[in-house]
């Protein structure tokens, strides 16, 4: 069965353009060398941008596609992405406290899968370090200007605090926000997210 992430990333344009989420710019835009995991990272575009601020990143991504454009996309920027082959909605699927950050932009996966997804992206980091995502939030339907149609593939806040209340992990920032997006071609106006900072106990 064809994997259909290969079979959107495939063509040779970077779909979601190669600049950072805005999000991941706002929270992270000085250097520094924090050891970081980004999640669903796709073509590469932030992986690429915090790797230029000094980080070291690796990348888990379902597209093998996604990821030969990762590793083109840092070549071409002079800086080092590690690029994992990794289905995210399977319990277990990093290593355990090995990054101080975690980062997951617009990772939607089936409904089934989303559990996984947010254990993944909490247990991978230590005690003390900071989970950030950015996701499409249901009300994103209105809008029709990027992500999935399918709403059980969106999120709501509070499905999002019943995940995370099953951790140690104290919410700095977790809110619907109405915003601008213009990421490629696939992510292009107004937008409905849910932009979380949290940081592990």
């Not at 932030?46 to 990762?70: C, M, P, Q, W």
Request: hydrophobic fraction near 35%; aromatic fraction near 10%; glycine fraction near 8%.
């Amino acid at each position: 069965m064809a994997n259909p992430w290969d079979e959107r990333f495939k063509e040779e344009g970077y779909i979601y353009g190669v600049e950072p989420n805005e999000w991941v710019r706002a929270v992270f835009n000085e250097e520094g060398n924090l050891k970081m995991a980004l999640l669903a990272e796709g073509e590469g575009r932030n992986a690429v941008y915090l790797a230029t601020l000094g980080h070291e990143i690796t990348t888990f991504d379902y597209s093998r596609e996604a990821i030969e454009k990762t590793k083109r996309l840092a070549a071409s920027k002079g800086v080092e992405v590690t690029a994992n082959l990794q289905d995210l909605t399977t319990w277990e699927a990093l290593p355990r406290e090995t990054y101080d950050v975690s980062v997951n932009v617009f990772g939607h996966v089936p409904k089934e899968g989303k559990a996984a997804m947010f254990s993944n992206m909490i247990d991978c980091v230590r005690p003390g370090g900071r989970i950030i995502f950015e996701f499409y939030s249901k009300r994103q339907l209105e809008f029709m200007t990027g992500g999935p149609p399918n709403p059980d593939m969106l999120y709501a806040v509070d499905e999002i605090k019943n995940y995370l209340g099953k951790f140690p992990v104290e919410i700095m920032n977790l809110e619907e926000v109405i915003t601008e997006r213009h990421e490629g071609r696939m992510h292009q106006g107004k937008s409905a997210v849910i932009q979380g900072d949290i940081k592990k106990i």
